[in-house]
């Protein structure tokens, strides 16, 4: 993984996405969730290919046009920063020979902007702050401006690279697998009985077994069909950090029931 390039790439593109939208000025200072991830129809001096994906607490920005994608925390959960806890999995993943199952992750940078805008405490005493499409936040905030006071405003996000990984067709759920499955604890089959058979699958239950073990160690859990992904044809983790709430002792307790 070239990180510099990586951090290059995706800096000149936040840069744009702050410089030519206020939607996006304010979101990094305070990440907000969007129903459209797709920017180029709004913004012609960004490519069509970017878009952003939002999760419980982290957003991904994706080049698809490019090899490598970024993550960033937006909010931390029971157990700190996402993104730092699932490249510490994946270091740990290394040491066991583990790593092939996952999509390697590393910080890259923090990526740091200053501008002139608004404060969000501003914005949210003037403004529906909770619209989610970029084009309808801008033209309220136009409609507020006189309102507020321009700030300098410096944001810093810790930014993590990994590979740009494809949809993984799990197909049906063969029946032998299933079977195979039910027989290990593993929070591989905690959302999705899919995901576990899928691995056995690629893998064969002997790793799907060590896999488990693994797992458990470090508290995965929240996989499901839409954290896997596929790289050079076979199975693998994208989004492994879980997410971990004061209650999540009780969620582990019930893994393999």
Known sequence: MNKRAIFSHYSAIIDKLIDNSMFFSAYFQ??????????????EELPTSINICNGATRSCIIDNDYDYVVKFDI????????????SGIYRAAKVRSLDCYFNEIEYIGTYTHTYYFYDIEEIQEHCNYLIYEAKKFDEELMAHEEEMTLQSI???????????????????????????AQKVVSPLRGRNICVATAFIRDY???????MSEFAIEQQI????????????GKFVLLDFSGYHSEEDEEETESWGL
């Open 30 to 43: 305070a990440p907000w969730y969007m129903e459209e991830d797709l920017l180029g129809e709004e913004y």
């Open 221 to 232: 859990n929240d996989l499901h069909l839409s954290n896997i992904g596929e790289v050079e």
């Open 75 to 86: 909010e931390e959960d029971a157990f700190g920063s996402a993104c730092e806890r699932e």
């Open 154 to 180: 410096t944001v810093s996000i810790p930014l993590y690279g990994c590979r740009r990984a494809h949809a993984y067709d799990c197909g049906p759920c063969d029946n032998e697998l299933v079977a195979q």
């Open 204 to 210: 064969g239950i002997e790793e799907y077994k060590r």
